[in-house]
């Protein structure tokens, strides 16, 4: 199977499932790296993640890529609170998305605030 296909597939993985792939096979090692989409912070429809939990994960994920384009990407939080420092990082996040070309963004934050304040910095995609 040509690797677009296999980068195709494995952007409907969950990022911590995509990332596993590495280890079925030498050629397998890198694919996940160009997938052309990114499923961050929940482990599926029933199970909710914390900010806080996948933090260092999420920024590692993000460094390693490289910039390949994506054609989603998608993060799904819940139990985040302004006191837990990670509204820098939800920032670095989006942006890092926006600067691998994203054509879908999806940002699902659930707060025990009102809401989620990104920096007042125009997006642009």
């Not at 397998?28 to 914390?50: N, P, S």
């Not at 926006?98 to 009102?114: G, P, Y």
Request: charged share 30%.
């Amino acid at each position: 199977m040509p690797d677009g296909a296999l980068h195709h597939i494995i952007g409907f993985l969950l990022a911590p499932e995509a990332v596993r792939t590495s280890v079925l096979a030498w050629r397998w090692r890198h694919l996940w790296k160009f997938a052309t989409a990114l499923r961050l912070g929940y482990l599926g429809d029933d199970e909710e993640a914390a900010v806080k939990a996948h933090r260092e994960f999420v920024d590692h994920l993000l460094l390693l890529p490289g910039g390949s384009p994506l054609d989603t990407c998608e993060f799904r939080f819940v139990e985040f609170d302004r006191d837990d420092e990670p509204p820098p990082r939800v920032d670095l996040w989006v942006r890092h998305a926006i600067l691998c070309k994203v054509k879908e963004l999806r940002l699902h934050m659930e707060s025990s605030d009102d809401m989620l304040v990104l920096d007042d910095l125009p997006l642009v995609s």
